[in-house]
């Protein structure tokens, strides 16, 4: 975006042409600290050990480490945890996002206001800060090491909340309106207009959610302590504590793999996501 | 077929009344217009009817049925929004059928009526395309399909031309017209355009400040308005209302020399005289001097004064006339209307200005 937005712009002077060059030598720069890293793992995948910390162009290439890596931990069942483990957030978040929102966007009630102000300030705690307490919580109601503990804290997002909110906001009154004359309940107003209307803010923030938990590490690195439980970010940090070796080519092949299906997601569907960002208002 | 029922009806948003003390009926297969400048209240008042807002006060009857606190859809009305209301992600077909498919009306049914609606309106070919994809007068055509084929007893429309071209807002309150007529359809109209109101209605409620100020068929509104504000609000350009005073023998122009025009006193009164029904004559009622003449083509407008006081006169065509010539207008006693100026309210004063046709003033 920035690059595009600068090339548009006319350039009057040496000065400013000089600025835009270092500007652009700029942004190179930091494109490439961001992406190195990735290249190394890439590199490192797909080379024998002894490639790990010699750099050979014409280096054999090789998948055995991504086999070594699939038969040294049950990266099968890590892969479906992660897989359930992101769809019930989602569907929670959904579910539980869209009612609240309607809610605050349509129905007026006593204390709506500060409802919604406490919604917000949840915006504003970083999730870490509550893990202690959130722990306590699920000891409580006794389901640690499940995928609904990894779940629970998550499934009432705030920002789901706010953003769906502003979406309903943007309806146009006339619609629900019509839609209340021709006989739609509050639940088929909802689903009929609402949801559908939002529909490229349901892909961003669906977006964010499954990238979010997808990588999410801490927190059920605190709350699963068996392989039935586990997802891929926690199996993949059990897999590469130094108790086992540190075997970095086996690492990074793990680590590829793990982050694969959304990469590869990603990708596919670019442009569709980037309407829906675009749209969403979310950059 | 059911009619409308409206008693007492008050909606008061916050500190602020919409709505005051509106009472009127709507009877089967009849047209009532809604008029008024913006903001008056029309909306508020059909939004009552609808059940779309509670009624702060009052009782809403569709066709002999207590509705006040009904909800819109069991009102049995189909309602047709300013701007339309489509709903953006369905396509034509399925925005006309989404009323029919939420009550659960069976396929065949369904087919039946948007086949008829398509019909009526041409829509046939348009079928399968989304709102964005459609003209104003096309994405109004939709909103009357869903009111069509909802063959509700009642249609209820909020400025459903107002954002379409002069043209094509012509050809559709005509056809909104003949709609309501075939279909015998009971409808109540909303809109702050008089030439709309005039040419649509059986029965024109105007409103202003949230209460009636008249309601009247067309034609009466226009010979006999109740109050000043509805003189004014009627016709084009608006009635010349002319402040009177005492003089001799009777009321007369403020500021002239006579003669009189009513009996009595005259201050505190006002005279209403429609530009067209004024006419430039020799043996003229009052001398005059024109100001101004403005050209519109079939007809144009002087503007002339009489006494102290302004009206503006209606001519056919440029006549011999310039800025400056004195002449001398005449009209026919049936045009005078007298208004109390502080209440606004009409007044029934003898009127002392005789036919002013030769004949009779020979044999007088
Ligand atoms: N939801 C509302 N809350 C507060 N005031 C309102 C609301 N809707 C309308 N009003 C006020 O009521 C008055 C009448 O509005 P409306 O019926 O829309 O007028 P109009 O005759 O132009 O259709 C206006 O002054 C408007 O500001
Ligand atoms: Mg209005």
Not at chain 1, 173 to 180: G, I, M, P, S, Y
Request: some cysteine; hydrophobic content about 50%; aromatic content about 8%.
């Amino acid at each position: 975006m920035t690059l595009t937005a600068l090339t548009d712009q006319p350039v009057h002077s040496r000065g400013q042409s000089f600025w835009r060059a270092v500007e652009l030598a700029g942004c190179y720069l930091l494109g490439a600290l961001w992406v190195l890293p990735l290249f190394y793992a890439v590199w490192m995948a797909f080379h024998a050990a002894e490639y790990e910390v010699r750099f050979d162009l014409f280096a054999p290439l090789t998948l055995g480490n991504f086999v070594d890596a699939w038969n040294a931990a049950p990266f099968a069942r890590y892969f479906l945890n992660t897989f359930v483990l992101i769809t019930v957030i989602l569907a929670s978040q959904f579910v539980i996002c869209t009612l609240a929102a309607y809610a605050f966007a349509r129905y007026e009630f006593r204390g709506k206001t500060i409802v919604f102000m406490l919604v917000l300030l949840q915006l504003m705690i970083m999730p870490e800060v509550l893990l202690v307490e959130n722990y306590r919580t699920m000891v409580k109601l006794g389901v640690i090491d499940t995928v609904l503990a990894m779940g629970l804290p998550y499934m009432a997002s705030a920002f789901g909340i706010f953003l769906l909110r502003q979406a309903f906001l943007t309806v146009p009154k006339e619609l629900d309106d019509a839609a209340r004359v021709e006989g739609a309940g509050p639940l088929g107003i909802l689903l009929k207009v609402y949801v559908p209307l939002s529909r490229p803010i349901y892909v961003a923030y669906g977006l964010v959610s499954v990238s979010y938990h997808w990588n999410n590490l801490l927190w059920p690195l605190v709350v699963t302590n068996s392989v039935s439980t586990r997802p891929l970010t926690v199996g993949l940090q059990v897999f590469a504590s130094p108790d086992q070796g540190v075997q970095w080519s086996i690492i990074s092949a793990a680590a590829l793999m793990t982050s694969a299906p959304l990469l590869i997601g990603f990708l596919l569907f670019q442009r569709q996501f980037v309407q829906s960002f675009m749209r969403a208002g979310i950059k | 077929m059911s009619g409308i029922e409206i008693k007492n009806l008050h909606k008061r948003w916050a500190t602020f009344d919409a709505v005051r003390d509106v009472s009127f009926t709507v009877a089967p297969g009849t047209l009532t217009v809604l008029l008024g400048p913006s903001g008056c209240g029309k909306s508020t008042t059909l939004r009552l009817i609808a059940g779309l807002d509670a009624a702060t006060s009052g009782q809403i009857l569709i066709g002999g049925r207590d509705v006040t606190t009904a909800p819109p859809a069991r009102r049995g009305l189909a309602m047709v929004f300013q701007n339309y209301a489509l709903f953006p992600h369905l396509s034509v077909a399925e925005n006309i059928l989404f009323g029919l498919k939420v009550r659960r009306v069976p396929a065949a049914e369904r087919t039946r009526r948007l086949r008829k609606a398509a019909d009526i309106l041409g829509l046939g070919a348009l079928l399968e395309r989304k709102p964005s994809q459609l003209s104003g007068g096309q994405q109004q055509r939709v909103a009357l399909g869903r009111a069509i084929v909802a063959e509700a007893p009642i249609c209820l429309m909020d400025e459903p031309l107002s954002n379409l071209d002069a043209q094509l807002r012509h050809e559709m309150r005509k056809e909104i017209r003949s709609i309501q007529q075939s279909l015998n359809m009971t409808m109540v109209y909303v809109t702050h355009d008089q030439i709309e109101a005039m040419s649509l209605a059986d029965q024109v409620i105007l409103m202003r400040g949230g209460s009636i100020e008249q309601k009247a068929a067309p034609v009466d509104l226009y010979l006999k308005p109740a109050t000043s504000f509805a003189a004014r609000f009627i016709g084009t350009p608006p009635m010349n209302l002319i402040a009177l005073a005492n003089g001799k023998g009777g009321a007369i122009v403020k500021g002239s020399q006579g003669p009189a025009l009513v009996e009595g006193s005259g201050d505190g009164l006002l005279l209403g005289l429609r530009p067209e029904e004024i006419r430039i004559e020799r043996e003229g009622i009052v001398p005059a001097t024109i100001r101004s003449i403005e050209y519109h083509g079939a007809d144009s407008i002087l503007e002339c004064a009489v006494g102290d006081q302004l009206l503006l006169v209606r001519v056919e065509g440029i006549r011999r006339h310039t800025v400056g010539d004195t002449v001398r207008l005449g009209w026919l006693p049936e045009a005078m209307h007298i208004f109390d100026e502080a209440q606004s309210q009409r007044v029934e004063r003898k009127v002392l200005v005789r036919q002013a046709e030769p004949a009779l003033r020979v044999a007088t």
